[in-house]
Structures are given as structure tokens and as C-alpha cells.
């Protein structure tokens, strides 16, 4: 158990964070959108599991990463399109529809990577791209600025997403469509249309956390459930973070460098069950949203409720 004291062990769990927030990031801030417009989307799971084959099996095919990752924003969008009708059109009960999305989800990506590639095949992911100078900086330099850039990308998306939600008039219909609709439906503002756009949004961010868990990674894989849970958590961030991309940041590198911890406890072998050390995310994840949520719960008022115009319910 000293080993994890070593220096270069802890430079290599924080440098092993950074990256494993990324898909936690991609689509926690994606579903913070989708939520911030009204509408819970428990199917991010799912929708991670297509965007993860999409990608591998298009990039693996024509032997481009970027094409591959089109393909994910592409099938995320569709599910989106998908999740919306169900959801804001047919105005089912948000819960139940997101687990069904997330078991279509499951069932097809599997039943696609079965009838199509039949066994776990690898390539070369995006490779690390070091930032010039930055890479250069003692300890922080390894621990941030030596990813891909998937990574760079979804740190980015934490300003944008503050900037777009806060101070934009897009983000101005968001919040206002997520917490009186009927509000905002009397100033013009088409809700169903707001809500449509979060949500293929969110999705899409989900399809690209998906694409990152492949072909993000230096050796690309895809296997059965490669999400392994990680749209749930996605989910229960955004509650931990009350809607709030700082938040969603803060949340990503706790769940990631509890995740970069159960990986390290595995490989040195410290004589436990290795079932102990992969249960901890999902413990940890829990524990979290249950201290996160007691007392009063600033969330969107709308949230979950589908919109029907002249009814308040």
C-alpha cells in the first residue's frame, strides 16, 4: 500500500483523472443542458453505448479516427431526435422513457457489435498531444497538458458551457423554459423547440463521451457495456453539481480519480477481491448524491414535467 505514497504513482493517478473525467464531462455537461431545459434524460447510458460502437466500428473501417467520430455525433443526434419525440412531443413520463433508451441503447450497440465485427478487435486511438511550453510546467504540465485533444476538448466545454447557459440569450430561453415554461411560452419563446435543442445537444455530448471511451483512448476497443454505468453517474453529477458547470467539473475529477484509484489498487494486488475496489465509483456515487441533496434542491422547477400550453401542472 506505500507505493501509492511514491511520487511518481500519485503524478500518474492525477494524470490518469484528468483523462477518465473526460467522458464524465462530455456527457454531464451535456445532461446538465437537457435538464436545464426541463427534461431528464435517463437514457444518456444508452446513448453512450452507441456513440462508443458508432465510432469504433466506422473509424476501425475506413481507418479514420475523425470519421469515426462524426459517426458518434451523427447517432447522437438521431437518439436525441429520438429521446425528444418520446419525451417533449409524446410527453411520456421522462423516467421511464430514459430507461428505455438506455436499454435500446445497450441492446442494439451489442447486438450491432455482434453481427458486424463479432470479435473485440483494437486500433490506434488519437495519440497524446502535448502543448508546447505548457507541457513543460513541473508536475502540472504531465498532469494537464500532455492528452488528447478530447481532453483539452471537454476542459473547455466547462467555460462555454458557463458562458452559454449565463450569459447568452440562448441560455437566458433555457433556464426560463426550465423554470416557467408557460412564462416563456407567453413571451414567444417556442418551448418544445428550446427543449428539442438541449436535448440533441446533451445526446450528442453523450455520443461523444461514448466515442472518447474507443477511439479517445491510445489502444481503441469496443466491449460489451464499455460504459459500465459511467451515463448513470453522468447523471447523479449533475445533481451533485445543482446544474452548475463548475460543478460538473468539480464532480467529474472526484468520481475520475476515484475510478483512477480502483484501477491502481487492482494492479498492485493488495490481497482484496478486485469486485471491492470496482464497486467505489458507484459507492462513492451514492454517498454523494445523497449528501448533495438534502435540504433544498435548487433545480430547474420545471424539471420532468412536460409542457402542455393553457395547463400548469
Not at 476501425?60 to 447517432?75: D, H, K, P, Q, R
Request: aromatic content about 10%; proline content about 4%.
Amino acid at each position: 500500500m506505500s507505493e501509492f505514497f511514491q511520487a511518481t504513482v500519485l503524478l500518474g493517478l492525477l494524470t490518469a483523472g484528468v483523462r477518465l473525467a473526460t467522458p464524465f464531462l462530455f456527457a454531464g455537461l451535456g445532461e446538465m443542458l437537457s435538464q436545464r431545459s426541463g427534461v431528464l434524460n435517463l437514457g444518456v447510458e444508452g446513448i453512450m453505448l452507441i456513440g462508443a460502437f458508432v465510432s469504433f466500428f466506422v473509424a476501425f473501417e475506413s481507418g479514420n479516427l475523425y470519421l469515426g467520430l462524426l459517426a458518434a455525433i451523427l447517432a447522437g443526434a438521431f437518439m436525441g431526435l429520438l429521446t425528444a419525440f418520446v419525451s417533449v412531443t409524446m410527453k411520456a413520463v421522462q423516467g421511464i422513457s430514459g430507461i428505455g433508451i438506455h436499454i435500446l441503447g445497450l441492446g442494439l450497440s451489442g447486438l450491432f457489435f455482434r453481427l458486424t465485427m463479432g470479435s473485440i478487435s483494437t486500433m490506434r486511438g488519437f495519440p497524446r498531444l502535448a502543448i508546447p511550453i505548457l507541457k513543460d510546467i513541473p508536475v502540472l504540465g504531465r498532469v494537464l497538458f500532455n492528452q488528447n485533444w478530447m481532453v483539452y476538448a471537454a476542459l473547455l466545454l466547462v467555460p462555454i458551457s458557463w458562458a452559454v447557459i449565463y450569459k447568452t440569450t440562448f441560455g437566458l430561453k433555457v433556464r426560463s423554459v426550465g423554470e416557467n415554461p408557460h412564462a416563456a411560452d407567453s413571451l414567444g419563446i417556442s418551448v418544445t423547440r428550446v427543449r428539442y435543442i438541449c436535448v440533441v445537444i446533451g445526446s450528442i455530448m453523450a455520443s461523444i463521451a461514448g466515442a472518447f471511451l474507443t477511439i479517445g483512448q491510445h489502444e481503441a476497443a469496443f466491449v460489451n457495456n464499455i460504459a459500465a454505468g459511467r451515463g448513470f453517474i453522468a447523471v447523479a453529477l449533475v445533481y451533485f453539481a445543482k446544474w452548475n458547470p463548475l460543478g460538473v467539473l468539480a464532480g467529474a475529477f472526484l468520481f475520475s480519480m476515484i475510478d483512477a484509484f480502483q484501477l491502481r489498487i487492482q494492479i498492485i494486488d493488495i490481497g482484496i477481491p478486485y469486485e471491492i475496489p470496482v464497486m467505489l465509483p458507484y459507492i462513492v456515487t451514492i454517498v454523494v448524491l445523497a449528501l448533495s441533496t438534502r435540504g433544498r434542491v435548487l433545480g430547474p422547477t420545471a424539471l420532468t414535467k412536460p409542457f402542455v400550453r393553457g395547463v400548469h401542472t
